[in-house]
């Protein structure tokens, strides 16, 4: 056999860290998947094939199938008696004997966690109050209850017995136990690889692959609609910038390389950066924000980033509110994701807040640039693409509205966004970890863009009325909007009153106006009311210096 | 079929040529690949093949195995003396001292000289010149030497405040630190080192009797309970200061595990250690068997290290935490510290020398500080000083990690540490794989956070 070469970086890693061309500003070195995405480096279903001492069944819908038993270990075993040995010699001899037919788990007396103590009847999987199929089933067995197998073949009237315990699967040191075979956790993979990637989309596989991309574009060359267009990444007809392939389509697989065509072509697959595939050196665009000339600036660009967090969470709000509270059926699971989703958004918006708060607390500290004073102005004005601004305005979650979304969370194609700037100043001024922060947050905006991406795909199929609710701007007295206000700006308070103290001291403020955030007789309780009555949820800014909105800087 | 490469009895210890390292550590063999100061663990059967190359001399098989491995054998350090940017400088703002120490460079404070102290006026101008071209962001340190500085404290405070409004007009960020026999810490001190976030380091080289043996006051009396009693109200309010005992080796002081220890216990924020190889009488100085003894002393207290980490526990003992870092970050330097380079030292009157040891010296002497850096002197001292054309250094795997030892040691009496110094950074390569199977996230993913315990 021959002795392969390993080797193993130990220390390159902090060597090595550098923004690399063609990833976003916020990867980092564990982002990269490849192909230890988790859950795919083996079949985890495999598990239950050793459920049972001493052999090993395959799980197929709601049949158990007897392949191997592991007889040696049996003889050696002081808890199989007698008469269950036989047993066990009776099935090694058949499960070798290809003549005769294979022995079938017909019946598991077990505890099932939810489905209880029962005699499960495999032939009866999916039935009212039964596991779905013979794998669920054996997945439920707690490790080390008791089983009792009714074993059977088909067409034959004999039936076997026999009683054990629900395998561990984990040794004492949580590897896995030696009774399982080199390749039984792989064995059920795809096979070639070349099927399952082709078959794959773009957020699946092992690691991402592009499904449409822009073809190689020769160095000097003008754009053009043609060449610049999204063609499928798979395809089977390379073509040229020049002479390029067909554009992409929803349905593109016949313009793709079929099964066959893939296992021996798969080499042609284009290294895609930037959305475009490369062909030879690739130049990389470094990553160049301009950083802020000092940390003023710096500072003015964080209080205004945490007064956008604020306002755009107020936005969110307003639109997750103006969604019915009883959309019509054929639109309620889709109102319910879109609304579940935009107040996960919304509370990622507040998470930003106080990253954005923790930053100028820590700049504060070590410039000893004056006290730190909690950022909670809400902007005055929101980045809305390029070098546009647009006021900050309640509106209901219409189409128009869903588009604002997508603009503001949509990544800064031009590297001088607000937090690319702030980002490029604290890399080069700061060190630690505060630029990371940072990163995190470009991340996800990025995670936000892609979700209102998707909140309009769900949306898209529906009329407006169907899942609309209130849209109604409620008069300035009136009590319900007014107590929404009253609370907001307590909240405002308490999280002032939070971040000034920092960390420890101010985690029991932080954890009042998070349950001021979502309790009935909070934020939450006040939006829904509003809700209720047909009225929009809107914010007024409170009039008290500390918040006040901030202007753009 | 068992092949021969199965099992350790196949590898044995450590062997070297100037391009690599190859050791075990653990049941694993590793190799460091001196250009980058890259380290890869390796199989048994990869390590037999380096072995038998390594063996038979053969540098063309080396090279194309290490190409064949994927490493990484970009020539990262030249010949030709790097520019590098003035970032630091040490004020000795008093060239005179209360201790008669018999090792001392300074010879008892004043380098040889009358006994002076800095007047504010240079050591303003020696800020201005270190703090002037820098741009916003940059990062610089202020250090204060003797002498004691203490002797001069209101130069201290003032140049400390200068200094620190000066760069905060300049948005550079300034950092302090200062070295000290301790003996005249006040609480008031202390106060002003925490606002000012100084990295204080105060010398003890041992406890007790041993210390006072060796840093004894000019009248003979010995020092350690004065300095303990001086430097402990500092050690309870470290936030923003840190305080470092650093140990001077002598043949005297030669308990190092206890030493370590009983510091770390007293409250230091880092412990560390240093062989006197180079005192201007020659006394006290570590000799070949010394150092032999040291080495294992040194292993001794970095095996403790490694238990204490192990456990989770905040072990400072400083040589260790930074040859860790290092080797993590991958450092790989043609100099041993940026003396002459990035670090001057300010004498009293204001001159320039390569770093706060040569003061006075001719041979490190590099202008002043109204006029400036001396270039041609400068260029000429990187030129000679680089490791390249040091011998034997230019045929030691540690090249890259040593630098080539002490500048101002090894002019002074050559480089009788050499096999020390290996012997060290061999055990804490062995150290870090280790530690890096066992705890990998005690090692972060930047430079800024190689280490974190």
């Known amino acids: 056999m021959a002795v392969e070469n390993k080797i193993h970086p130990r220390n390159r890693t902090a060597a090595n860290d550098q923004p690399i ?8 070195l564990e982002s990269g998947v490849g192909n230890c995405f988790p859950g795919l480096e083996f079949d985890i279903r495999n598990l239950e094939r050793r459920f049972f001492p001493f052999f090993a069944v395959d799980l197929i819908g709601s049949f158990a199938l007897v392949m191997d038993v592991n007889i040696a270990a049996a003889r050696l075993s002081n808890e199989v008696t007698p008469a269950q040995l036989t047993i066990y010699e009776r099935l090694a001899r058949d499960t070798a004997d290809p003549d005769e037919p294979v022995w079938l788990v017909l019946f598991i007396e077990a505890n099932f966690g939810p489905y209880g103590d029962m005699r499960f009847e495999l032939a009866t999987a999916g039935g009212a109050g039964r596991p779905a199929d013979a794998w669920t089933a054996v997945r439920l067995i707690p490790e080390g209850g008791p089983i009792v197998l009714t074993l059977g073949q088909q067409q034959r009237p004999e039936r076997l017995t026999l009683e054990g315990r629900r395998q561990a699967y984990l040794d004492d040191r949580g590897a896995l ?3 399982f075979a080199p390749g039984e956790m792989t064995q059920s993979l795809c096979s070639p690889w070349t099927h399952d990637f082709r078959d794959c989309g773009c957020y699946y596989w092992a690691s991402n692959h592009p499904d449409i991309v822009q073809i190689q574009k020769p160095e000097d060359a003008p754009p053009s609609d043609e060449g610049d267009r999204m063609i499928a990444w798979q395809r089977s007809v390379k073509g040229t910038f020049e002479n390029p392939p067909a554009p992409a389509r929803p349905d593109q697989r016949s313009a793709e390389m079929a099964y066959y065509e893939i296992n021996h072509r798969w080499q042609e697959l284009a290294v895609v950066l930037d959305g475009r595939e490369q062909g030879g050196a690739y130049a990389p665009k470094a990553f160049s924000a301009t950083p802020l000339p000092d940390m003023a600036t710096l500072i003015e660009h964080l209080e205004y980033a945490a007064g956008v967090e604020l306002a755009v969470m107020q936005e969110y709000l307003t639109a997750a509110y103006s969604l019915r509270q009883n959309p019509v059926a054929a639109a309620a699971d889709d109102v319910r994701a879109a609304n579940a989703e935009i107040m996960r958004v919304a509370i990622g918006e507040m998470r930003h807040l106080r990253a954005v708060n923790d930053v100028l607390r820590e700049l504060k500290q070590r410039d000893a640039g004056g006290p730190f004073v909690p950022a909670l102005r ?10 546009n601004f647009r006021p900050v305005t309640f509106r209901p979650l219409t189409a128009a509205t869903l588009t604002d979304f997508i603009e503001i969370e949509r990544p800064s194609f031009s590297v001088d966004g607000l937090y690319g700037r702030i980002f490029a100043t604290l890399r080069r001024d700061v060190p630690g970890p505060l630029a990371d922060a940072v990163g995190l947050i470009i991340a996800e905006g990025t995670e936000h863009f892609e979700t209102f991406l998707f909140i309009q795909e769900w949306l898209r199929g529906h009329n407006e009325a169907d899942y609309l609710g209130p849209t109604q701007q409620p008069n300035p007295g009136n009590a319900l909007h007014q107590a929404l206000q009253q609370r907001y700006a307590t909240l405002l308070d308490t999280l002032f009153r939070a971040y000034r103290s920092g960390m420890p001291a101010g985690a029991a403020l932080v954890a009042e106006a998070r349950s001021a955030m979502l309790a009935d007789d909070g934020i939450a309780g006040a939006c829904k009311a509003l809700a209720v009555a047909g009225l929009l949820v809107t914010f007024e800014t409170p009039n008290d210096p500390r918040f006040a909105s901030i202007p753009r800087p | 079929m068992t092949t021969v490469y199965d099992g350790h009895e196949a590898s044995c210890g450590t062997c070297s040529t100037p391009e690599v390292l190859l050791f075990d550590a653990g049941d694993e063999s590793s190799l460091f690949v001196v250009d980058g100061s890259q380290l890869y663990g390796i199989d048994h059967a990869t390590a037999m093949d380096l072995r038998a190359r390594i ?3 053969d540098s063309a098989g080396l090279d194309a195995l290490l190409r064949s491995l994927g490493v990484d054998r970009q020539r990262r350090i030249g010949d030709a003396a790097p520019d590098i940017p003035l970032r630091s400088i040490s004020l000795a703002i008093a060239q005179k001292c209360n201790l008669g120490c018999s090792y001392c460079y300074a010879e008892g404070g004043s380098f040889g000289r009358t006994e002076s102290t800095m007047s504010l006026d240079v050591a303003k101008r020696a800020v201005d010149r270190l703090i002037r071209d820098c741009s916003t962001g940059e990062r610089v340190n202020i250090a204060f030497l003797g002498g004691e500085p203490l002797t001069n404290r209101e130069v201290l405070i003032a140049a400390t405040e200068f200094a620190a409004a000066l760069a905060a007009a300049k948005k550079v960020q300034a950092s302090f630190s200062i070295t000290t026999n301790g003996t005249l810490l006040t609480v008031g001190d202390g106060a002003f080192f925490e606002r000012h976030g100084f990295a204080v380091t105060v010398s003890l080289d041992g406890i007790g009797e041993i210390h006072d043996q060796l840093r004894p006051f000019k009248g003979g009396r010995g020092s350690f309970a004065r300095i303990i009693d001086r430097v402990q109200p500092l050690l309870l309010r470290q936030d923003r200061m840190q305080i470092a005992a650093r140990v001077t080796v002598t043949p005297q002081n030669l308990r190092l595990f206890e030493t370590l220890d009983r510091l770390i216990q007293l409250g230091f924020h880092s412990v560390g250690f240093s062989p006197m190889l180079a005192s201007p009488t020659g006394a006290n100085q570590m000799e070949p068997s010394g150092l032999r003894d040291m080495l294992a002393q040194m292993i001794e207290c970095g095996e403790a290290f490694e238990a204490h980490v192990l456990n989770g526990r905040r072990y400072p003992f400083a040589n260790m935490t930074n040859a860790l870092r290092e080797i993590h970050k991958g450092t790989h330097r043609p100099y041993p510290c940026g003396a002459g380079a ?20 001719e041979r490190g002497a590099m202008g002043d500080v109204t006029t400036g850096i001396d270039t041609d002197r400068q260029h000429e001292w990187l030129r000679q000083r680089h490791v390249h054309f040091q011998e034997p250094c230019n045929g030691c795997w540690a090249r890259y990690l040593c630098g ?5 040691e090894v002019l002074n009496r050559g480089r009788p540490a050499c096999d020390y110094i290996r012997g060290w950074l061999e055990y804490c390569l062995k150290a870090y794989v280790r530690l890096q199977k066992a705890r990998p996230h005690l090692f972060g993913l930047t430079p800024a956070n190689a280490f974190s315990l």
């Open chain 1, 378 to 387: 809400v902007a005055a004005e929101l980045p809305a693409g390029g070098t």
């Open chain 1, 21 to 28: 061309a063609g990833n976003p500003v916020s990867a980092r």
């Open chain 2, 55 to 57: 063996g038979a001399n």
């Open chain 1, 177 to 179: 136990r030696s009774f």
């Open chain 2, 404 to 408: 080539g030892g002490c500048h101002h």
């Open chain 2, 342 to 361: 990035g670090y001057f030292g300010v004498s009293a009157e204001g001159e320039l020398f390569a770093c706060h040891r040569f003061v006075g010296d």
